[in-house]
């Protein structure tokens, strides 16, 4: 998957927790990408970092914040999660914000 | 808003048969039009990328296709084989997006099951 990996891949949380989600990644791409899939909803963009302390928000932020530190690493945060945000959550790279993305094999959430 | 669609949600084929898949789009102003496939369990993998003012893209036995006038994409899979088995998606970025991948929209897929 390109160097990317996100963990945990599974996780099992209960209603007003919160969690972070990490992506790494070894290409040393400036972009990075938070995605989530949802049935019926195909992919949405949540955030995205043109560089390190470079971020903004995508299509479905609320609920959400991110952080990067560093180039290789992109932390999504569900400051208190919530049952909606049960999905299946994608990290992405690329080297330009117009060249081709690579995807990281995904992060099940459940929120129960 | 962009609206991106998939139509059929899923098709079963024969290994060995040449098979289309559909991607319409509600407004034609795009930058470009990509292709990706995802494996169950698994993220995407960029397939094709074709930029607004070609027509067409090839690699191996893909092809895809662009009609902007009439808002739709056409990817051809020649000969498929079991291994095409996978969710296929198309996703199109606005003309003044730049080509930013932070304005893909993304289509729901095609579930495409390739039988030995």
């Known amino acids: 998957d390109a160097g990317i990996t996100q963990s945990p891949r599974h996780k099992v949380t209960e209603t007003g927790t919160p969690v972070t989600l990490r992506c790494h990644q070894t290409?040393?791409?400036?972009?990075m990408y938070w995605y989530r899939q949802d049935p019926g909803h195909g992919l949405r963009l949540i955030h995205y970092?043109?560089?390190?302390?470079?971020?903004d928000k995508g299509e479905v932020s609320d609920g959400y914040s991110v952080s990067r530190s560093k180039t290789e690493d992109f932390l999504l945060t569900l400051e208190s999660a919530t049952s909606s945000q049960t999905s299946v959550y994608f990290c992405?790279?690329?080297?330009?914000?117009?060249?081709?993305?690579?995807f990281g094999s995904g992060t099940q959430l459940s929120v129960l | 808003k962009q609206e991106v669609t998939q139509i059929p949600a899923a098709l079963s084929v024969p290994e060995g048969e040449n098979l289309v898949l559909n991607c319409s789009f509600t407004?034609?102003?795009?930058?470009?039009l990509q292709w990706f496939r995802q494996d169950p369990g698994k993220g995407l993998t960029s397939l094709l990328l074709?930029?607004?003012?070609?027509r067409e893209q090839t690699s191996g036995r893909l092809n895809a296709s662009l009609d902007k006038s009439s808002g739709r994409s056409t990817l051809y899979i020649a000969a498929s084989q079991p291994g095409d088995s996978a969710t296929y998606l198309c996703?199109?970025?606005?003309?003044?997006?730049?080509?930013?991948?932070?304005?893909?929209?993304f289509g729901k897929g095609t579930l495409l099951t390739v039988n030995p």
């Open positions: 992405a790279i690329s080297v330009g914000a117009g060249e081709k993305l690579f």
């Open positions: 290409e040393n791409h400036r972009y």
């Open positions: 970092s043109y560089g390190v302390k470079d971020t």
């Open positions: 407004d034609s102003a795009i930058y470009n």
């Open positions: 074709i930029q607004s003012s070609q």
């Open positions: 996703a199109v970025t606005p003309v003044n997006s730049g080509g930013s991948n932070y304005k893909l929209t």
